[in-house]
């Protein structure tokens, strides 16, 4: 009889087993290609990565073919991952978290999750760009810009610091990604550099001359390069992954670097860090030593255009130096304080 | 053709149900709690105050208006304009009825993000309230569509023309006759729509309109704060629950009659080229303006590059196994869960129900976090293996089982189960033999639905999948961060088409086997 056969639990048990064939059978997604894999005993790790495949796959690829490391990797969303790590707790079987912002790396540390980094690591990158207490070492940076419509705007009539955007003397629509991590770290920062009240008070003007929301940064590039937003507020990278998929001269989205120390040209960071479970495996060590290594950093200048955090690596062609956009007065560690800035986003009406 | 069709006794009140069936119920409903007792526990840690916090500050009610708004809009409209499409398909002799009711299904196939991007290449400024109801109405008006189409298909009579010869009007006889006969199926389908207008955050998240789960979601990415957003999904499960007693209200009594079927009426060409558009509406919104888009991005992408066939049909692989297995589990659990309510009343069975609408509520993101807390707690050897992503899934999708299980249920006459047991048969041998295997339609239905839904999953997957493993939704979300567009068009591609197989199984398969009867 047709129904029996069709509730027969026989054919769950069979319909799960042809699909964990069908996935285990797919050799593309085996991580060490078997005919350079070095012996075994050079250890396994397995990654959480909050950065995207495409652009971290080929830099794993390289560490496993230099180190016979295998690498077990993950990926998500960075505020998928960090909510997932939060969730898993002490049981998770990640060794190393590759995040995307520091927020997520600060909101590990805050529950312990993270064992300390070696000095050598935790050392490798400057003050200001890593974590305060060894927990996590940023990586890479990525600068917050204006984008703006290339066809409407020339660059110089575009104003050099932040305030300018929403005190008249610009006067295009204006795009925001409130909910985001990288626009609240940017208010932090104004926080810290100019004080609440300034703080209060451009947010005020913002809400005042009107501004559009958008779910991410992508989002806001998207709109600018389609034409229908003036500018918006975004971290630099994104800018130079589109113009690699289409190419930067059909890119209609121009990019405008703000004056040097002012609250909109901040650094944000991304970093990575060990799970406090795994502090004595050697192999996710390696890795993260890998990441602020001359190799790692030299890829992610090359392949995904942000800023290297550890002195003497150049920064990528055509942007301006990591030193011109740093403000010696803000410590990265201040910008944990992210709590206060969503209470003030609250009570103004921006999330 | 004439169908003969008997009379349902109407249902069974005041008896008690089997102990047996409330059982295994029970348990298919505490699976389908897992999400809320995750929620509570988190909010819980926070205390009282701080959720009252939580949901006074900022735009929080804004967000929950925004979400309610939504998802009453897009239920209406889904409900108008699913009806008025079956009715035109079964009712009115049109060309290709078959091909246009197929058409009518395809929608179901294409994920609401990827409806909200495909209208974005092409109309870059949309944004709001208007354009996200107008898409979640096209992608969900199947969900009303294809039921009430069966409805009306496999058996009514033709008092509608009884009325019109009494003096009502087309839409006066309408509602007097051919509406009761087709009202549960049309709630019911309702119910999912609305379900799934509250749970979305892909499409409103692309069409900037910010709604609960959008503040869910920013909970967790810039706040990483799960009480927050634990106490924001309580929210909408309030919300949901009044969606599910309100069904439940609206699906009450259905009168029953003996007639004969009824013969599609000719009209003139005028009249039928004037219901083009009503029928045509969702496949175009829905289906043709975004997969246009996205084939215009295709073009446009500078790293059009070979594709990893390999990889694709590993995605394929896993894409179909775990929509099956999903399928097979949430009819599984769904089972007895829509027994109970096809023949019983009284609040535990209410009660049970409900619990089991709860998954559909919520969004993936939500109900994935509370299955990584739940294996974790009691079953960590599974944590991250195949056998929890599945179970996932049918937490997720078991709702769009149970409304059109319960529906064929409930249409087998409790008379031939009499006539079995007096065969000897025990009443689940009775029920095994003769209801299941005249419901089977149905439980078909419902095993397709929510292997629609798994197949369009995205991120309970990301969160549950175990390692290495991905589905063609997974694969296209990798694509597209990092603006892969050329690289995602066949995955896109590949995902609309498999989802469409089902969805165009459903669109032929009738409510019952009442023919067969």
């Known amino acids: 009889m047709r129904a029996r056969r069709f509730l027969a639990p026989a054919a769950l048990t069979a319909a799960i087993a042809l699909m964990a064939g069908c996935a285990t059978g797919d050799p593309s997604t085996d991580p060490v290609d078997p005919t350079t894999a070095p012996p075994a005993d050079a250890g396994s790790f397995t990654l959480y990565s909050g950065r995207d495949e495409a652009l971290v796959q080929p830099l794993i690829d390289q560490f496993t073919a230099e180190t016979g490391i295998a690498v077990e990797v993950r990926y998500g969303n960075t505020a998928e991952l960090g909510a997932l790590l939060l969730e898993e707790g002490e049981a998770t079987p990640a060794d190393v978290f590759l995040s995307q912002d520091a927020g997520a790396l600060g909101a590990l540390s805050a529950a312990d999750l993270f064992a300390p980094l070696p000095d050598d690591i935790a050392g490798a990158v400057p003050q200001g760009f890593t974590s305060t207490d ?71 003007d913002l809400d005042a001359r009107g501004y559009e929301v958008f779910e991410n940064n992508r989002a806001i590039l998207a709109a600018t390069n389609d034409g229908v937003l003036d500018a918006g507020l975004i971290n630099h990278y994104y800018w130079f992954a589109q113009a690699a998929e289409v190419g930067a001269d059909n890119m209609r989205a121009q990019l405008k670097f703000l004056e040097a120390g002012d609250p909109g040209s901040i650094v944000n960071v991304t970093g990575a860090g060990i799970l406090a479970g795994s502090a004595e495996n050697e192999a996710a060590l390696a890795f993260v030593e890998y990441l602020v290594s001359e190799e790692g950093q030299r890829y992610f200048v090359e392949q995904t255009f942000e ?37 003030l986003l609250a009570r103004l009406g921006f999330i | 053709m004439t169908t003969i069709v008997r009379a349902t006794e109407p249902t069974v009140t005041g008896t008690r149900p089997p102990v047996g069936l409330v059982a295994f119920a029970v348990v298919a409903a505490a699976a389908a709690a897992i999400p809320l007792v995750y929620l509570v526990v988190r909010a819980g840690e926070t205390g009282l105050a701080t959720i009252i916090q939580t949901l006074s500050r900022g735009r929080v009610l804004e967000y929950a208006a925004n979400s309610l708004g939504l998802a009453l809009a897009v239920t209406a409209t889904a409900l108008v304009l699913g009806t008025a499409v079956a009715v035109v398909l079964t009712r009115i002799r049109v060309p290709f009825p078959r091909s246009w009711l197929l058409l009518s299904s395809l929608p179901l196939a294409v994920p609401s993000y990827l409806a909200g991007y495909g209208w974005l290449v092409s109309f870059p400024s949309l944004s709001g309230f208007v354009p996200s109801w107008l898409l979640l109405a096209a992608v969900t008006t199947p969900y009303v569509t294809l039921p009430v189409a069966a409805a009306l298909r496999s058996a009514t009579g033709d008092l ?65 704060d799960r009480a927050q957003a634990a106490t924001l999904a309580l929210l909408l499960v309030v919300m949901a629950l009044v969606v599910v007693a309100g069904e439940r209200g609206a699906r009450r009594q259905l009168p029953r009659t003996t007639a004969r079927a009824v013969r599609p009426r000719t009209i003139s060409r005028g009249m039928l080229v004037s219901l083009l558009p009503v029928v045509a509406a969702a496949p175009v919104v ?44 949430a009819v599984l659990l769904a089972l007895p869960i829509a027994a109970l309510a096809a023949r019983y009343r009284g609040r535990l069975v209410s009660a049970i129900e409900s619990v089991g609408y709860l998954g559909h509520a919520l969004p993936g993101i939500v109900v994935g976090l509370s299955l990584v807390f739940f294996a974790l707690a009691v079953v960590p050897a599974l944590y991250q293996s ?59 239905v419902g095993a397709l639905l929510v292997a629609i839904a798994t197949m369009k999953e995205l991120p309970a997957t990301l969160l549950l999948r175990p390692t290495g493993i991905n589905t063609l939704a997974t694969e296209l979300w990798n694509r597209t961060v990092v603006f892969e567009f050329g690289a995602a068009a066949p995955y896109a591609a590949v995902l609309v088409l498999i989802a469409a197989v089902p969805a165009m199984i459903l669109s032929g398969v009738r409510s019952t086997a009442k023919e067969e009867l």
């Open chain 2, 286 to 329: 829905g289906v043709a303006v975004p997969l246009l888009g996205l084939g215009t991005r295709l073009v446009q992408a500078d790293t059009l590059r070979a594709v990893d066939v390999p990889r694709l049909l590993g995605a394929i692989g896993a894409t179909v196994g775990v929509a099956v297995a999903a399928a097979v589990l």
């Open chain 1, 307 to 343: 800023y290297p955090l550890v002195p003497g690596i150049d920064a990528p062609e055509g942007l301006p130096s990591l030193e011109s956009l740093v403000n010696p007065e803000l410590d990265l560690s201040d910008l944990d304080d992210l709590a206060t800035t969503q209470e």
């Open chain 2, 386 to 444: 195949v056998v929890v992503l599945v179970f996932a899934y049918a937490v997720l999708f078991m709702p769009k089982a149970i409304g059109t299980m319960r529906a064929g249920l409930g249409e087998v006459p409790p008379r031939l189960i009499a006539v079995a047991r007096t065969t000897g048969a025990s009443p689940l041998t009775a029920w095994w033999r003769v209801t299941v295997p005249l419901a089977l339609p149905s439980l078909g």
């Open chain 2, 160 to 224: 509608e023309g009884v009325a019109r010869s009494l003096g009502r009007g087309p839409i006066g006889a309408f509602f007097v006759a051919t509406w009761p006969q087709v009202r549960p199926a049309a709630i019911a389908g309702s119910l999912l729509v609305a379900l799934y207008a509250l749970s979305d955050f892909g499409l409103v998240a692309m069409m900037r309109f910010p709604t609960l789960t959008w503040g869910i979601n920013s909970a967790y990415a810039a706040s990483f």
């Open chain 1, 134 to 204: 060894g927990s996590w070492v940023g990586v890479t940076g990525r600068a917050r810009v204006v984008v703006y419509d290339g066809e409407r705007f020339t660059e110089a009539e575009l104003p050099n610091e932040i305030d300018d955007y929403v005190d008249g003397d610009f006067a295009g629509s204006l795009g925001i990604a409130p909910g985001n991590a990288s626009f609240q770290s940017f208010v932090t920062a104004y926080r810290v550099i100019d004080g609440e009240g300034d703080a209060e008070e451009w947010l005020s």
